[in-house]
């Protein structure tokens, strides 16, 4: 799921397992115009999200994570 407004866009990853304190088993990486996240050890199980080729600049600098007991926002 994805939400978006004037400034920002919000990508929703649901994941059953993930819980608030796995925040440091998950690493992001932005690019202009690119998003990797990696989420280690998650009940056992590794995943990654590799988006290429945005449709809009990002500013990397500006770009965070969060972390919600069932989902991840980006």
């Given at each position: 799921?994805?939400?978006?407004?004037?400034?920002?866009?919000?990508l929703y990853v649901?994941?059953a397992d993930l819980?608030?304190?796995d925040h440091e088993?998950?690493?992001?990486?932005?690019?202009?115009?690119?998003?990797?996240?990696?989420?280690?050890?998650?009940?056992?199980?590794?995943?990654?999200?590799?988006?290429?080729?945005?449709?809009?600049?990002?500013?990397?600098?500006?770009?965070?994570?969060?972390?919600?007991?069932?989902?991840?926002?980006?």
């Amino acid at each position: 799921n994805w939400d978006q407004s004037d400034n920002f866009v919000k990508l929703y990853v649901d994941l059953a397992d993930l819980m608030t304190q796995d925040h440091e088993k998950i690493q992001t990486s932005f690019g202009h115009y690119t998003l990797d996240v990696l989420m280690h050890d998650i009940k056992g199980s590794n995943y990654r999200l590799t988006i290429y080729n945005l449709a809009q600049k990002m500013v990397p600098k500006e770009s965070r994570h969060a972390t919600k007991s069932g989902e991840k926002i980006y």
